[in-house]
């Protein structure tokens, strides 16, 4: 398929997604499909297909979308902050509560993990990290 017509088929399926996503509450994907004469194979393909490209783009794979994403850049500053657990004062009297289980450290950030992070989490912040380096 050429990329006209992938684009056409794109924007149409676009549409076609849209309006399923706006059906009526209570009214079920598939049955949405069944009353539109939509396969829902086909429509969970271009479904799949238009989520991937939402997320490239996102992610700055589109060349506009990282413009504007990198002119819209701050520049970045951490702080500290105290926080509690139990008991404790929630003034951060006690420094040295956080005790990290993993330190990353590239030239210009540092990001402390403790027991409780997941490992989704701490992958999705050093990715994000490591990217903006």
Not at 4 to 9: D, G, L, P, W
Not at 26 to 51: F, M, V
Not at 104 to 109: C, G, L, S
Not at 118 to 124: C, F, Q, R, S, V
């Amino acid at each position: 398929m050429d990329k006209i017509t992938h684009e056409v088929r794109l924007a149409n399926w676009k549409k076609i997604v849209e309006r399923c996503q706006a059906r009526p509450e209570g009214q079920t994907t598939r049955q949405w499909l069944d009353d539109n004469g939509i396969s829902s194979k086909s429509y969970y393909y271009w479904l799949r297909k238009i989520r991937k490209l939402a997320y490239d783009q996102s992610a700055g794979t589109n060349t506009a979308v990282s413009t504007v994403a990198s002119e819209a850049e701050a520049p970045v500053s951490f702080a500290e902050i105290p926080f509690s657990v139990g008991n404790e004062s929630s003034c951060g009297s006690d420094k040295s509560a956080f005790q990290p289980t993993a330190v990353v450290k590239t030239d210009r950030a540092s990001i402390a993990f403790s027991n409780g992070a997941t490992p989704e989490l701490m992958a999705a912040i050093i990715w994000e990290v490591l990217k903006n380096a």
